[in-house]
């Protein structure tokens, strides 16, 4: 987790909360993490509401926040947020990225 480098980090998914909690549950996340579901912003991806929405969260410009994606659509969010978007490893060709705000929340 980029929690262990002291880096700001958020889930932000186009699920509702109720279908994503199981998966969610798997993660293990530390408490700490914002997780931002459909159930908490108007429109779901493609548009950006659920980066903007953890953005605010996290206290960080859009501008300086990256996203890992696994869908096109979701990457089409995270290009409208205002933010650098990185497919996830599985959805990407042989080369590496990695997403975290670079403005250490602020």
Do not use: F, N
């Amino acid at each position: 987790h980029p929690t262990s480098a002291g880096v700001p980090w958020a889930i932000a998914t186009s699920g509702y909360r109720e279908s994503a909690g199981p998966t969610l549950a798997l993660l293990e996340l530390p408490v700490d993490v914002p997780v931002i579901t459909r159930d908490l912003v108007e429109r779901a991806k493609p548009d950006p509401d659920v980066y903007l929405h953890a953005a605010t969260t996290m206290r960080a410009a859009p501008s300086r926040c990256a996203v890992i994606e696994d869908t096109p659509v979701g990457v089409t969010a995270a290009v409208a947020a205002g933010m650098t978007s990185s497919p996830a490893p599985s959805q990407r060709q042989p080369t590496g990225g990695s997403a975290t705000s670079s403005d250490g929340g602020r």
